[in-house]
């Protein structure tokens, strides 16, 4: 079955600096990759998503990169604001529907002002 | 995107008891999703609802464990049953929509704490 591995675990950067975060996926089969924030209290709220049609997706400071070759897909944040402190979760879904959708262990972000 | 209320937002409990916990989404869904969220940890899906059918469960979860009701398109209940400390967890209840019917979103989640 799909694996996904997520890096880093934790990651503190400055306000106004990028942050990236790294997932492999080892089913060849997924063609779908959302990434969701969870806010502390809160349930995963979807950010960003892509398909394996597509090799990069931007919205705003938010952007998405996938290397199907590679299996591996990142999210990008510029311009990172205390509020984009939260954790981070990668998916890959082996197909087009959200049964069986794996997720990564998560990666903390903390932006520090 | 879709709106989802979980209910109760947090409880409690002591060993031994049950919970039923209920999820409310704003229209109508063909696939509800129970998610475990251990403390610090990542999701893990506990069971798929499909109205009108059995839930279908995942490894190491059990319907004895885990019962889970689905009476209609828009509502579901998952039962944490005979709950020991180790059921301390956030439960979350997730559907999926979108055009290609793939896109998941959660509820708020539910806090359960078993002293």
């Known amino acids: 079955g799909e694996n996904v591995e997520q890096h880093p675990s934790t990651l503190s950067v400055q306000e106004g600096d990028s942050a990236v975060i790294k997932c492999t996926y080892s089913d060849s089969a997924s063609n779908y990759f959302p990434w969701y924030k969870q806010e502390l209290g809160k349930g995963p709220q979807l950010i960003i998503d892509i398909r394996s049609n597509v090799g990069e997706k931007k919205d705003q400071r938010i952007a998405v990169t996938l290397n199907k070759t590679a299996k591996h897909f990142s999210l990008h944040i510029t311009e990172t604001q205390p509020e984009d402190s939260a954790v981070y979760f990668c998916a890959a879904s082996p197909k087009g529907g959200g049964f069986k959708t794996i997720f990564g262990a998560g990666t903390r972000l903390f932006v520090k002002a | 995107s879709a709106v989802i209320s979980q209910k109760p937002s947090r409880d409690i409990c002591q060993r031994g008891t049950s919970l039923t916990i209920q999820c409310q989404v704003d229209s109508q869904v063909t696939m509800m999703f129970w998610y475990r969220q251990q403390p610090g940890q990542s999701l893990t899906l506990i069971a798929t609802?499909?109205?009108?059918?059995?839930?279908?469960?995942e490894s190491g979860f059990v319907i004895d464990k885990f019962p889970i009701s689905r009476p209609n398109l828009t509502f579901s209940t998952l039962t944490v049953s005979n709950m020991s400390p180790e059921d301390s967890s956030i439960y979350l209840c997730s559907v999926e929509r979108g055009g290609a019917k793939d896109t998941q979103y959660f509820g708020p989640g539910t806090r359960l704490t078993v002293l």
């Open positions: 609802a499909n109205q009108g059918s059995e839930a279908t469960y």
